[in-house]
């Protein structure tokens, strides 16, 4: 069984999500869960639920709550032993543990490992700790404990960044880190260093006046001594506050050209022929990267994947792209397969979708995946021979699936269409600036001409603008979470008039979406600055 607290609680099953019951039973089970291994007394259990003013027979109620735990768990692991109980929990069950496994092993190791470590145990977390207790007395320490362990890792990865010389990609993330937490100065040193060191040493000192102004209207403060010495630094420009040199063998293009990854994990194997038809390109073109395929299955079908997974593996060596399969059973997929993306330093993740809403597992990679992630839709047909098509409106989506087109149609010597909103009124205030911006960013860095397109608005604009593509390319709207597909996307899946990939911009920049906004457009599909 797989216990989660990083998150609502939560425990997975071979069959899905376990049904827990109601608050007061939750309750136990978190408290034992926090306790997992260790004898928790009755007492102290009637004092988690119900306070300094427990019901007359609350022993009862423990022992009721206790037994239906006991069938829904199905098993010996929860155990009577005086004065109380006793729940056992293997390590590699609890994302607790793992969590804390993961940090334990970064601590001290080489920065491109704590890297890969921290990251990965940041993408065990779904959310605020215990979230569907949040208003229980008993959970509000453990809640407070486990977010400030959480943020703690996430100082010590940008740390792991910093050394790697990531400073460009960190500032968007730093910013929001410090918009988010105003009083945690680490962040604020690491959001001046970033900024110095990309070269913006005016927004390093502008970061520490907006520190010191904080500190000072709200409590009364100076910034911290380390603030302080480090804007006289920034002022000096000392020498140690340069970048870290990263030697030529281990330079950012050969990382990303050798250790990054793209990442296929169908939904159902019998997706994933379209999906390779994507993922083939991308992963043999400049730069390459190593192409992962991950099939999750159920249990009984774990060998027969695993075979014919095997034999895609030697079919893709042998036209040159560096492949590995798997397949696995997992009570969580959409959990494992984010879990795996954030682990094997994956810059792209594909997955197929249906045509009529976002669905689990595919909303939960959505949510917890670090990386950029692309649905093709089902029944699209697979990538084709014709321009790649990506309706462009410089959206952060927008810019995800801008670069995956762009990256798509150059591996494959294809033309490479932007589609923009024609003026109906005739007032100038069509897609065309728009476009132009973004095809002069295409040839600079990719060195190939995109031409724009002006269409109608709405899906038949679309659809006519996309007849005949090798593939259209959409970027999700900023408000899927709420809205989904949205509207024209939806349409769009439905009755796909190409090939059809939607596109998420990953929160960590990884070398294919643009690490900031259009203004700041720093990405290069070489791998380096442009």
């Known amino acids: 069984m797989d216990f989660r607290v990083l998150g609502p609680l939560e425990v997975g099953g071979d069959q899905g999500s376990v049904e827990l019951g109601g608050v007061k039973q939750r309750s136990l089970l978190a408290m034992l869960l926090l306790h997992a291994g260790e004898v928790v007394s009755t007492d102290r259990l009637v004092d988690a639920l119900w306070g300094a003013s427990p019901p007359l027979r609350s022993g009862k109620s423990i022992q009721v709550y206790v037994s239906r735990l006991r069938k829904t768990l199905a098993d010996e692991r929860l155990v009577t032993r005086p004065p109380g109980y006793v729940l056992y929990v293997e390590p590699a069950e609890f994302d607790l543990t793992r969590f804390e496994q993961l940090v334990a092993d970064a601590r001290g190791a080489p920065p491109e490992t704590a890297s890969a470590k921290l990251t990965e145990a940041l993408a065990l977390w779904r959310g605020p700790p215990l979230a569907d207790l949040a208003y229980e007395q008993f959970a509000q320490a453990e809640i407070a404990r486990l977010q400030e362990m959480r943020l703690a890792v996430v100082e010590q990865r940008v740390e792991a960044h910093l050394a790697l010389g990531r400073h460009a990609d960190l500032v968007p993330e730093l910013e929001k880190l410090v918009d988010g937490h105003p009083l945690r100065e680490r962040f604020r040193y690491q959001l001046m260093l970033a900024l110095y060191r990309s070269d913006r040493q005016a927004d390093?000192?502008?970061?520490?006046?907006?520190?010191?102004?904080?500190?000072?209207?709200?409590?009364?403060?100076?910034?911290?001594?380390?603030?302080?010495?480090?804007?006289?630094?920034?002022?000096?420009?000392?020498?140690?506050?340069?970048?870290?040199?990263?030697?030529?063998?281990?330079?950012?293009?050969?990382?990303?050209?050798?250790?990054?990854?793209?990442?296929?994990?169908?939904?159902?194997?019998?997706?994933?022929?379209?999906?390779?038809?994507?993922?083939?390109?991308?992963?043999?073109?400049?730069?390459?990267?190593?192409?992962?395929?991950?099939?999750?299955?159920?249990?009984?079908?774990?060998?027969?994947?695993?075979?014919?997974l095997?034999?895609?593996?030697?079919?893709?060596?042998?036209?040159?792209?560096?492949?590995?399969?798997?397949?696995f059973s997992s009570p969580a997929p959409g959990d494992d397969v984010a879990r795996l993306a954030a682990?094997?330093?994956?810059?792209?993740?594909?997955?197929?979708?249906?045509?009529?809403?976002?669905?689990?597992?595919?909303?939960?990679?959505?949510?917890r995946a670090p990386c950029d992630v692309a649905l093709l839709v089902r029944g699209s047909a697979e990538a084709?021979?014709?321009?790649?098509?990506?309706?462009?409106?410089?959206?952060?989506?927008?810019?995800?699936a801008l670069e995956l087109g762009t990256w798509f149609a150059r591996a494959n010597g294809m033309p490479l269409r932007l589609v923009g909103a024609a003026d109906r009124r005739r007032r100038g205030r069509d897609a065309s600036r728009l476009l132009a911006d973004?095809?002069?960013?295409?040839?600079?860095?990719?060195?190939?001409?995109?031409?724009?397109?002006?269409?109608?608005?709405?899906?038949?604009?679309?659809?006519?603008?996309?007849?005949?593509?090798?593939?259209?390319?959409?970027?999700?709207?900023?408000?899927?979470?709420?809205?989904?597909?949205?509207?024209?996307?939806?349409?769009?899946?439905e009755e796909p008039p190409a090939p059809t990939v939607f596109v998420r911009r990953g929160a960590r920049p990884g070398g294919l979406a643009p690490a900031e906004t259009r203004t700041r457009f720093s990405w290069s599909l070489a791998g380096t600055a442009a």
């Not at 682990?343 to 949510?367: M, N, W």
């Open 204 to 308: 390093a000192l502008e970061a520490y006046q907006a520190a010191r102004r904080e500190l000072s209207d709200g409590l009364g403060l100076e910034p911290s001594e380390s603030l302080k010495q480090l804007e006289a630094a920034i002022l000096r420009q000392e020498p140690e506050l340069a970048p870290p040199t990263v030697p030529a063998a281990a330079s950012v293009a050969t990382v990303q050209s050798q250790e990054r990854a793209l990442l296929v994990a169908p939904c159902a194997l019998d997706a994933l022929d379209g999906l390779l038809s994507v993922a083939r390109p991308l992963a043999g073109g400049d730069p390459g990267r190593e192409l992962i395929v991950a099939g999750v299955v159920a249990p009984d079908e774990v060998g027969d994947a695993t075979a014919r």
């Open 438 to 493: 973004a095809s002069l960013i295409v040839q600079r860095t990719a060195g190939i001409v995109a031409e724009p397109v002006l269409t109608e608005p709405g899906r038949d604009g679309v659809a006519e603008a996309a007849s005949g593509a090798a593939l259209l390319v959409v970027g999700l709207s900023e408000r899927w979470r709420e809205d989904g597909l949205g509207r024209t996307r939806a349409e769009l899946a």
């Open 384 to 400: 084709r021979q014709g321009p790649v098509v990506v309706p462009f409106g410089a959206g952060s989506h927008d810019w995800a």
């Open 310 to 327: 095997a034999g895609v593996r030697e079919q893709l060596i042998a036209e040159g792209v560096a492949t590995r399969t798997a397949a």
């Open 343 to 367: 682990q094997e330093a994956v810059d792209l993740l594909l997955l197929d979708t249906g045509a009529e809403a976002l669905e689990e597992p595919v909303i939960t990679v959505l949510e």
